[in-house]
Structure formats: structure tokens, C-alpha cells
């Protein structure tokens, strides 16, 4: 009997062309859309899961005079937890991050240098916490000891190549020598951790000429990153509740209650973005959710567009199910041969969806940067997501002519009579249903389009146009001089300045500020950066007021030293921005020559203390990307008697960059440090970089709405279908009591026109509360204004037409004899 069925379920199956293959292909790109969505959800939230007892994993954090979080914590935490909380804690590390140049003496290029900008640096206990695989070598000794490291594959092979690299040597930025001990396995894709070389702590602090057996004791310095593993037996919130009171034993009280450490689970970094300072970029948790409701929505669009379909195909063999009822056939065999083909026209739309998905994913990955997993065959959350999809779209699609259609009388069946309203109602609300979701992705879509082209196009309030930015090494004052002085000499080149922070990206330190008279609730930090003299008018950002910095070093203040160690400048002049200005409380003229210091302290101890004059007010401009707001900034001069804060030599060009001048810049590079790479990169690139999360989110957000607007067309054309069969008599007695086709054609239009206005009235508002709570984390953002909400409804409106309309001139164009001739 199956059998049977199976087979009549085929031939109608093939009978029917075009409607099955709208059918099949409407579940199928609804089930690939959901699959390859889910599988990128699952993807990035398994961040860091891999490692051994995950869950007891944390990452200690900390907020910042109750307005910022901070992903670091500084040196002297870790030994405070270890020596506070030892009986709770079973591991404790931190681990610092450097950049350096290696080369290998042994190695594939022993002549040349590489920069490495993936060295880290922990305490005893890293490979107690993390689950990275060691695949050769050992970790006896490396973390306790000084100068031994483990590399990763990727590395060993950049160095070594096929050689064992166990026991080769790696020679660093001050011909620090490491001996290689051990091998890991290259980071997975899924971790927020991102390294190629760990050495021991003590190494770092060898580095420093710190004492290796001392404990840090600064909560500034250096800058780590703290992990802990926690006691099976202990609560961790209990833990970050303790924390903030075992600090103030270490800090003065008043200073304490401005950073608060707690303890954030590892596996819930990569998915919150409102850290500073983190180690790499993470991923919203908000856009998160906004793909995982895509994908949702995708496949209930599909599997509500497979029922109306089905539906309307279903009355269209009204006079099928009539005639075998007379002749005999149960309710129970006209309920399987339904529910069979529904199972049947189910399966043929998995297989392509699954086919569809891995086309796709490999095409996704590489047009958008994305890392999707998928493995079906070891997924089982991917199997039962797709059982359940096949089974229930199945019994509902079947579940209307299995059930409620082979109940009918004959007589009722063959006289095709009208069905029931509260069905047409369902019917209805199903459309109303698709087009909120399609309309609501498609206002979405358009506000995420159009905010990102607003953060790639809008000015940063300097010209970073032909400007490449040259990471420095450790270049001395004359080889600085000269390289300055050959690199300007280049046809095509208009300056070069230096900087420790390139324009647009980097913040700068953030120490605390102060100047005379201030109140104690404008206490806070401030950016510092060290720029070099004209480096205002060569970015093309006016002065407000003032001066810049003179060329001949006047500028530079003069230097003394606390306690023998710490740094101490005195008399240095210094810029500021409009921002710092409005913290300041003056105006751009009386604002010159005022004081301004700049310092870190812990417990009453100064660690560093700038003091300075200001020469000069700059307008603002945006010195990182346009999610973040303009930061109050003081500026030093870039070399002074302090320190040196070269990092990076903006080299601006007169016009486009061309391959010719790159490979003169690089030449004249080497002559004047043959031992350091030529690391460059273009500015404008190193921008547009910030905004990746917001492309992918937009262009998937558009991909997908698309994808859902063509979805609800298909299930309106279902719905259009049932509604011409159902008047198909109504129809031709209109026509041929003197009704034009088109009067017709617009009376069946509007009545589904209705149902989308309907669904514009629901989705709209929603979409705007939505974006609104999606723009909130950008400090700079377009105003939702009345036209995403003209443009949304427009595409909804002509979309819904055109396709009603398709199956309405077929209809009224009908032969009315056809119609009611039996009548």
C-alpha cells in the first residue's frame, strides 16, 4: 500500500513541473539558508570551548570608574588572586603580549628578520588551563625558566621548514636568544587567543631588567591578560563578589573603588564586544542573534510558503479525492496517500538543500571571511534540526488535504464548493506572517546597508588618502633624521612624519589627568599621543587655536627621574583637542598656556608624571573608527628628552601609492636599516579593516532578505493560486456579464495588497525599535528617517503586485465558458 502511495506521490509529483519545482526549491533554500546560518551561530559561539574544563575557565576583567570595561588587568593581579584566593582557584596565569623581530640563525633566512607581533609571555600554569596541542617537543621548563620558547607549526616551518626545530635557536630585538623547546599545533579557528610564540613570564621580566623572583606590584604594568580556573567546589560569582573587597587590601581604598575586577567566563568573550583592550576582535552577541533569527526565519517562511503551496495544489485534485471516495477508498488511505506525499516532496528538498549548502559554504567563506563548520555525519544537533525540519513541515503541509479535505463529503468535494472561512483566515494570516518577517528584513537590511556605507565614506576629519604607515623599529634619532630626509627626496612623496599612533585607529595610553583647580568629579583618564612637528597640517586638520609643535625640539620639556626608575617630565608643551578642551572648561584662546599633567599613581605613588603647557587647540578628528566616540586626547611632542614615542612613520604621498614608489621606499628602508622588514600598510585600508563585522552583517542581512522577500512571493503565488481556483466560477460569470480582465485582475490584487499593508503596519515599527537598539552601539550613526520606511514598504508593495498579478490575468483571461459550463 505505501508502495503504492509512494508511487502515485512521484507521478504527481512530475506531473506537476513547475509547481513542484517551487515548491522543492522554496523548502530547499529555506533549509540551506537555516543550516549554513546555525552552523556560523554555532560556530562562533564555541569559542575557546575546546579547552579542557572550559567551564571552569575565566578571564578576570574590569570596569572602570563604573563607565568602561576593560579586557586587561594589570601585573599585580594575578599574584594577589593566587596568594588571596588559593584554596579557590586552582590555576591563576597572565599572560602579556609583545612585539618583536626574530630571526633564526639556523633557519631557512638566517640573514633576515621578521616582525612578530603574536609573542606572548605567561606564568607557570598556561598549558594547565589551555588545551593547545603540543605535537612535538615538551613544556618542562619553558614557563618557569628564562629564554626557552614553543612556537607553532606555522611558525616552525616559516623559520625551519622541514628541519626539527627542538633546540634551534630564535634571536630577538636585542639579541635576546631563545631556545626552541616545543611545537604547537596552529591556532584553531574558534579561540579569542591569538599567538605564535609563549615564552615564560620570567623571560618578560628579564626583559625589563625586573627582578625575576619579585611579584609585579603595579596594577598598571605591564598590561595582562588574567586567567583562572576555578574550584570545582566554588562559586565563581561568590569569587568576583570577593575580588573588589581583597583589593583594597593591595590599593589605596579610594583608588580601589574605581576598578573593579570580576571573573568573565572564557567562553563568553568572543560573543561580547563591550571590552577595550581586547585581544582580538570579537564578535557582537547582538548581530549573533540577529543571524540566528534569520536563519529562523528563513525556514518558517519556507515551510509556511510549502503549506499554502500545498494547499493550493491539494484543492486543485478536489475532484481526485471526490470520485475515489465514491468509489470506495477510506479516509485513513486518502490521509497516507497525502501525508506520503507530503514526506515524499519533503525528502527531494532536503537533498538539495544539504547539496546547496555545501556549494555555498565554500563560496561564503571566501566572498565574505567568514569560518563556517559544517559536518552533518558528527553534528547531531545539525541531524535533529533536519529530521525535525523534514517530519514537521511534512505533517503540516500534509496535514490540510490529509485531514481536513478527505473528510469532506463527495457530494461538497465534486460540486467544489467553498471552503470554510476560519481556513481562508489561517491562510491569510500565514501571508500577513511572511511579509512582516520579509518586510521587517528588508527595513533592517536597508538601515545596516546604509550605516555601514555611512562609517566607510564619512570623513575622519583628516585626509588619510595616499597615506601608507611604516611600523618602526628600534631606528635611532639620526637613522630617523636620514630616513626622513631620503624618503621626502622621492619623487612622489610629499612628507614624512612620525607618530605613535596611527590617525583613526589607535587610541594612545590612557593614563589619569588632571590641572589646576579641577573639581574632583571631572577626574578621569585621557588619551595621550606623541606626534612630531607639522603633523596637524600634513593630516589636513586645522588648528583651532594656537600653534603645532616646533621642529627644532624646543618643545620637548625637560626629563628627571622618581625613585631612580620612573620617568618624570617637567615645562613639555602640548596639544589638545576640543574635547579635552570642553573637559577643561575654557575656550580655545584662554585655554593657551594652561597646565595640564598627565600620570599614573597607585597607592599614592606617582609611576610616571608629565606635566605640560598648552601651545595649541587641533578641531577633533576621529583618531579610531566611527563606533566610538571622540575621545578627550593630549599631545606630545613625539620625540622628547622622556622617551622616545616613535611607532609608526606616515609616509603621505602626492598621489595614488604605485607598485614603482612602494619598491623605492622599501629601498631606501634597507639602506638605512637593512636588518628590519619594510612593514607598511595602507592607511585607508587599515580603516576600512574596522568595519568587516558591519559588510558582513550588512551584506548577509540583504542576502537574506532578499532571500525571504522571493520565499514570501512564492507562498503569495500559492495563496493567489488557491484563491483564482476557489472564484474560478465567480470569475467567468463576471467576465461574461461584461467585466474587463482588468477590473478583475485589480479586484484579486487588492485583496492581497491588504494583506501586505497589514504586515507593513506590524514589521515597520518593529524594525525601527530594532534598529535603533542595533545603531545604539555606534557613536556616530545615520538617523532612521522616513525613507527606509517608504523604501521598505514600496519593494513589499511591488513585489506582492507583480506576483499576484502574474496568476490574475492568467485567471481573468480564462475562457468564462471553461468556467461554467457545468453550472
Avoid at 130 to 159: C, M, P, R
Avoid at 345 to 368: H, R, T
Avoid at 526 to 540: H, S, W
Wanted: proline share 3%; net charge neutral.
Amino acid at each position: 500500500m505505501w508502495k503504492n502511495y509512494l508511487k502515485i506521490a512521484w507521478r504527481n509529483l512530475v506531473r506537476q513541473k513547475s509547481f513542484s519545482l517551487i515548491n522543492v526549491l522554496g523548502l530547499s533554500i529555506g533549509l540551506a539558508s537555516c543550516l549554513i546560518l546555525l552552523a556560523y551561530v554555532k560556530q562562533e559561539r564555541s569559542y575557546d570551548s575546546f579547552h579542557p574544563d572550559s567551564e571552569r575557565v575565566y578571564r578576570v576583567v574590569q570596569e572602570v570608574q563604573s563607565k568602561n570595561n576593560w579586557a586587561w588587568s594589570g601585573g599585580a593581579v594575578a599574584p594577589m588572586l593566587r596568594k588571596e584566593f588559593s584554596e579557590k582557584l586552582d590555576e591563576v596565569v597572565s599572560v602579556t603580549q609583545i612585539s618583536t623581530y626574530l630571526f633564526a640563525p639556523e633557519g631557512l633566512a638566517p640573514d633576515e628578520s621578521f616582525r612578530e607581533d603574536r609573542f606572548i609571555f605567561s606564568d607557570a600554569g598556561f598549558d594547565q588551563i589551555f588545551g593547545f596541542e603540543l605535537i612535538k617537543g615538551s613544556w618542562d621548563g619553558v614557563l618557569e625558566n628564562t629564554y626557552q620558547v614553543v612556537i607553532t607549526e606555522e611558525k616552525a616551518k616559516q623559520y625551519f621548514g622541514d628541519q626539527d626545530p627542538i633546540g634551534k635557536t630564535l634571536i630577538s630585538t636585542g639579541d635576546f636568544t631563545f631556545e626552541v623547546k616545543g611545537v604547537l599545533k596552529d591556532m584553531p579557528g574558534n579561540t579569542h587567543m591569538a599567538f605564535d610564540f609563549v615564552s615564560g613570564m620570567n623571560t618578560f621580566k628579564s626583559f625589563n631588567d625586573f627582578p625575576v623572583t619579585a611579584d609585579f606590584g603595579s596594577f598598571w604594568w605591564p598590561q595582562t591578560y588574567t586567567y583562572v580556573k576555578v574550584n570545582s567546589n566554588q562559586n565563581p560569582d561568590e569569587i568576583s563578589a570577593d575580588i573588589p573587597v581583597v583589593n583594597t587590601k593591595y590599593r589605596n581604598a579610594d583608588e580601589a573603588k574605581f576598578y573593579v575586577h570580576y571573573l568573565q567566563p572564557i567562553t563568553a568573550i568572543h560573543t561580547n564586544a563591550k571590552y577595550e583592550g581586547e585581544w582580538t576582535p570579537p564578535m557582537s552577541g547582538q548581530t549573533l542573534w540577529i543571524f540566528l533569527s534569520i536563519g529562523v526565519f528563513v525556514l518558517v517562511l519556507a515551510c509556511i510558503n510549502f503549506i499554502n503551496l500545498a494547499t493550493a495544489r491539494a484543492i486543485k485534485r478536489m475532484k481526485e479525492i471526490g470520485i475515489r471516495k465514491v468509489n470506495g477508498a477510506q479516509r485513513g488511505q486518502l490521509i497516507g496517500q497525502f501525508l506520503s506525499e507530503s514526506f515524499l516532496i519533503n525528502a527531494v528538498a532536503l537533498v538539495i538543500g544539504l547539496i546547496l549548502v555545501y556549494l555555498l559554504v565554500p563560496i561564503i567563506e571566501s566572498s565574505l571571511g567568514l569560518s563556517i563548520s559544517i559536518n552533518i555525519a558528527r553534528d547531531t544537533d545539525m541531524q535533529l534540526l533536519i529530521v525535525g525540519v523534514w517530519f514537521g513541515s511534512s505533517a503540516l503541509a500534509g496535514i490540510f488535504p490529509a485531514f481536513y479535505l478527505s473528510g469532506l463529503r463527495p457530494e461538497m468535494i465534486l460540486k467544489q464548493s467553498m471552503l470554510s472561512g476560519s481556513k481562508a483566515f489561517l491562510r491569510k494570516s500565514f501571508v500577513v506572517f511572511q511579509f512582516v518577517l520579509s518586510s521587517l528584513l528588508v527595513f533592517c537590511a536597508s538601515v545596516a546597508f546604509f550605516q555601514h556605507q555611512f562609517m566607510t565614506n564619512a570623513s575622519m576629519g583628516f585626509d588619510s588618502s595616499g597615506l601608507v604607515s611604516v611600523k618602526m623599529g628600534n631606528l635611532a634619532k639620526e637613522q630617523r633624521d636620514v630616513l626622513k630626509q631620503e624618503m621626502e627626496k622621492l619623487p612622489g612623496v610629499n612628507s614624512v612624519i612620525f607618530t605613535s599612533d596611527r590617525p583613526g585607529i589607535d587610541t594612545g595610553w590612557n593614563p589619569s589627568a588632571d590641572y589646576p583647580g579641577m573639581k574632583e568629579s571631572d577626574r578621569r583618564s585621557i588619551n595621550v599621543q606623541y606626534v612630531d612637528a607639522g603633523y596637524f597640517e600634513k593630516l589636513g586638520v586645522p588648528m583651532v587655536s594656537g600653534r603645532e609643535f616646533n621642529p627644532d625640539g624646543s618643545d620637548k620639556g625637560v626629563k628627571s627621574m622618581m625613585r631612580e626608575r620612573f620617568v618624570q617630565l617637567d615645562n613639555a608643551a602640548v596639544i589638545i583637542n576640543e574635547a579635552a578642551l570642553a573637559w577643561l572648561g575654557k575656550d580655545a584662546e584662554t585655554a593657551l598656556g594652561s597646565d595640564v599633567r598627565v600620570y599614573t599613581e597607585e597607592n599614592g605613588e606617582l609611576f610616571s608624571n608629565y606635566k605640560g603647557y598648552i601651545v595649541g587647540v587641533v578641531k577633533d578628528y576621529h583618531t579610531r573608527d566611527l563606533r566610538f566616540s571622540i575621545s578627550p586626547t593630549v599631545y606630545f611632542p613625539v620625540i622628547n628628552s622622556a622617551f622616545d614615542g616613535t611607532n609608526y612613520a606616515l609616509i603621505k604621498a602626492e598621489n595614488e601609492v604605485s607598485s614603482t614608489l612602494l619598491s623605492s621606499m622599501q629601498s631606501i628602508w634597507k639602506k638605512v636599516y637593512a636588518g628590519l622588514p619594510f612593514d607598511y600598510k595602507f592607511l585607508d585600508e587599515d580603516i576600512a579593516i574596522q568595519y568587516d563585522q558591519q559588510a558582513k552583517t550588512s551584506t548577509l542581512l540583504g542576502s537574506f532578505a532578499f532571500l525571504t522577500l522571493l520565499i514570501s512571493c512564492l507562498g503569495l503565488l500559492g495563496l493567489s493560486i488557491f484563491t483564482a481556483e476557489s472564484k474560478r466560477k465567480e470569475i467567468g460569470i463576471r467576465r461574461v456579464l461584461g467585466a474587463s480582465a482588468m477590473a478583475i485582475v485589480n479586484k484579486l490584487t487588492f485583496e492581497f495588497l491588504i494583506l501586505v499593508g497589514i504586515s507593513l503596519l506590524i514589521a515597520l515599527p518593529v524594525g525601527y525599535y530594532l534598529m535603533q537598539e542595533w545603531l545604539a552601539q555606534f557613536a556616530f550613526k545615520i538617523p532612521v528617517s522616513a525613507g527606509f520606511f517608504l523604501v521598505s514598504a514600496a519593494i513589499s508593495i511591488i513585489l506582492a503586485y507583480a506576483t499576484v498579478s502574474i496568476q490574475s490575468l492568467k485567471t481573468a483571461y480564462a475562457n468564462p465558458v471553461e468556467s461554467i459550463k457545468n453550472e
